[in-house]
């Protein structure tokens, strides 16, 4: 399975990954050159302020988290279909125990294949038992949370989490999510179906409103005398009492078969860095080494300070965005000579379509962190400077009119984080 890193061994590991930042540098000035160059060519002209200008009415709080729309770069052309959509926009459902809300196929048309859920819980605030028809990744944001499950053997999963660790429930599998102390927990929920909304999953509370008594009674091998005060409404989010320690849930919910051989959780924290420049950094996480996790991939990227992601693309799935910090800015180029920049802030969604090309450029003074996630079993990419770099050097020169000083200072091996 190939995460499109080599992981060999560390000392080769090092010796491909810590790329000398000159080089970095001197190739992402190479290939500007070469975009500018481009557009010149292509009949791109400087602007006047006053071409610029707009007297209004607008909004100028929301123009000025969005200049790459209010100001366009002059490379962009065309009709892009819209990419970015805030979490902030997002209706929120409020419970006596947490919130939630959802951007899915709905909010952002062209987020076919991924959805996604913000969700809150108080301490001792539950998810309630639930399964549904898409799986299941998250990555916790902010602070602990206790997470149940049974695999397909009914065997029982129970574990708590904390921020940056993940979870995967295939289709299918029922599971719980209940906030710990001192103050519950916020976490991102990416389900591999755009069409997927927090609406229509099967909740233990509908299930058991929605079936006769009698036959309760009759499944349960209780009076139905006993089910009488039953809810016969769903729950979905509720507030309850903190739950006892791990080991007394784990003891409790084992039985007679005991716990799941699988491990639902992935500890992000202990696992290497996939990739470290000075520009950044980059871990990956795949069905490789995340095994349960069979239909999504996921890169947490770290953008320092004038730090970009290269210019790459990813030729096996979408890439659904989520940005958790920081400010940023993408471009995506598509067919037919179209491109269109947006610029990204905390809370953000963004989506690229599969095979297109784009970069993620840190816009801001602090770190910025977004998670990269694709509805595929493994993580892949290709870059500009790797194509280049590999195909033959007169077809490359005859392509962009650069000399071979040029295209020699093009980096061999793809970038991945360029520094400033």
Do not use: C
């Not at 000398?20 to 602007?47: C, E, F, K, N, W």
């Not at 709905?106 to 991924?114: C, D, M």
């Not at 799986?135 to 921020?163: C, H, N, P, Q």
């Not at 910090?325 to 969604?349: E, H, I, L």
Request: aromatic letters at 10%; glycine letters at 8%.
């Amino acid at each position: 399975m190939n995460s499109g890193f080599d992981d060999d061994n560390d000392s080769i590991s090092r010796r491909k990954f810590l790329v000398d930042s000159t080089a970095l540098a001197t190739a992402a000035s190479v290939l500007s050159g070469v975009a500018l160059a481009q557009a010149h060519q292509a009949g791109y002209r400087p602007l006047s302020d006053k071409s610029k200008s707009d007297p209004g009415p607008t909004n100028v709080p929301l123009d000025q988290q969005n200049p790459s729309s209010a100001v366009p770069p002059e490379t962009d052309a065309g009709s892009v279909p819209v990419f970015k959509y805030p979490f902030s926009l997002a209706h929120k459902r409020l419970y006596d125990g947490g919130w939630s809300r959802e951007v899915t196929v709905r909010e952002l048309p062209v987020s076919k294949s991924i959805a996604g859920v913000d969700m809150r819980l108080t301490a001792g605030g539950i998810r309630e038992l639930h399964w549904h028809a898409a799986a299941e990744w998250a990555f916790m944001l902010y602070g602990s949370a206790r997470i149940t499950a049974i695999d397909a053997k009914g065997k029982s999963f129970v574990a708590d989490v904390k921020e940056g660790d993940l979870w995967y429930f295939p289709t299918g599998l029922p599971h719980s999510i209940q906030g710990l102390s001192p103050d519950g927990a916020e976490f991102l929920l990416v389900f591999d179906d755009g069409s997927f909304s927090e609406y229509a999953t099967v909740l233990l509370s509908e299930w058991m409103a929605h079936t006769p008594r009698e036959i309760l009674a009759k499944n349960f091998g209780a009076p139905s005398q006993a089910l009488r005060k039953m809810r016969s409404q769903e729950l979905f989010i509720f507030q309850s009492e903190i739950p006892p320690p791990l080991a007394a849930d784990q003891r409790a919910a084992g039985g007679a078969l005991g716990p799941s051989d699988l491990d639902f959780a992935f500890r992000l924290s202990e696992q290497p860095i996939s990739q470290r420049t000075k520009g950044g950094e980059v871990r990956i996480v795949d069905a490789s080494m995340f095994k349960v996790s069979t239909t999504i991939a996921a890169a947490i990227v770290t953008l320092h300070p004038g730090g970009m992601r290269e210019l790459h693309w990813h030729p096996n799935a979408d890439e659904w965005q989520y940005y958790i910090s920081g400010k940023g800015r993408m471009t995506v180029f598509a067919t037919g000579a179209r491109a269109r920049t947006a610029d990204f802030q905390t809370g953000d969604v963004g989506y690229v379509q599969q095979t297109l090309p784009h970069y993620i450029e840190n816009t801001g003074e602090t770190d910025l962190k977004f998670l990269e996630i694709f509805k595929t079993s493994f993580y892949q990419d290709l870059a500009l400077s790797e194509w280049l770099s590999h195909t033959p050097p007169e077809l490359v020169m005859a392509h962009l009119n650069i000399d071979k000083t040029t295209l020699e200072a093009i980096p061999k091996d793809k970038l991945v984080i360029v520094p400033r």
